[in-house]
């Protein structure tokens, strides 16, 4: 595995590789690796000649500074697990390389996808995610990208994106990988005590509730017995349940076999805050 810190010899070595007709999967992280990246990784390795993976803790997607500071970070076992996991290529960047001085940040418009639900209650999160991932796309020029579900809303986003910029990058959404108990994997999980942990897993039993309840059930009634279940710990407290339409994160109104809707929920468990989704019709 070949680990690269600048951007110019990472780009050169993809480039060289596509030259020679090889296929680039890439996958995005911030580090401090678990199972779900590693997921996104083999399923990269199994669609492409060559992985490239990367580590940086995108400092503009943090609309919380201590969220930031407290971001776990662990280069040396990441590095081990990527190697074990198939990883060719490791692009681990600082953030003056990513960022230099004087460095202009756009301002990016996804319409409804980046005002609602994460976008509503992280201001300024959806514009870091785009700046970093249009910039990582540049550099490493993949012919497709790994991003899970998990991170729902920052799909539809990065599909928005590939598609306004026009590149030429294939978006693979990958499943969420969870503990035996539900909860999804999360770097930020570490941070959870032994209760908040145990806890939190209600947020995946209401999910799977509702996707029971779906269609049958009226949209309201589904929504509410999210509430309900997760209200009744101690442990969480929410900060919104949504049941929307994948593709435009419209409200759905009207349950119906016919009509796509998914499940998303965002709690903090003391100050971890933890999101997750479920599609409901599937
Ligand atoms: P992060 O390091 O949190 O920015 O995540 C990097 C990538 O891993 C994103 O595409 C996430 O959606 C994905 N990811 C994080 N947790 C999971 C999970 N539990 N299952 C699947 N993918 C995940």
Redesign the pocket.
Known sequence: MVIFNKINPVSEWVANQKKEGKSIGF???????????L??VEQAGRENDLVVCS?FV?PIQFNNKEDLKKYPRTIESDLQKLDGAGCDVVFNPGTEEMYPAGHQSKTYDFGRLDKVMEGRFRPGHFNGVATVVKKLFDIVQPHRA???????Q??QI?RSLVRKEKLDIQVIG?????EAGGL?????NTRLTESQRREASRIYQALEKAREMYPEFPVDQIKQQIIEVIDASTELELEYAEIVHPDTLLPVTRAGRNTSAVACVAAHAGKVRLIDNMYLNS
């Open positions: 996958v995005p992280t911030m580090g401090a690796l678990h199972q779900g990246h997921a996104l580590i995108n790994y991003f899970g579900q998990k991170d729902f920052q799909l990065v990958c499943p969420t990988i969870r999804a994997l999360s770097s930020r």
